[in-house]
């Protein structure tokens, strides 16, 4: 049986979190490289999110009760 890809996807954002929690929860200063990869990570939650979102739209459309008439 094939996992749900919004579920996947949540997990991957989750484990994404994770790391960027224990980044801000070190201690001393923040290395470049540090912000760098926080940003990157950032940026790759926000666009897991939208992604969760697209998954989510299209299943809600395709029910019955929100089809539109053609």
Do not use: H, W
């Amino acid at each position: 049986m094939m996992a749900d890809p919004a579920t996947a996807i949540k997990r991957e954002v989750f484990q994404l979190i994770d790391l960027q929690i224990e980044t801000l929860r070190r201690e001393g200063c923040l290395t470049n490289r540090d912000l760098d990869e926080y940003r990157m990570r950032s940026g790759e939650i926000t666009r897991l999110y939208l992604e969760i979102d697209r998954i989510v739209r299209s299943r809600i459309s395709s029910l019955p009760q929100f089809a539109r008439a053609s």
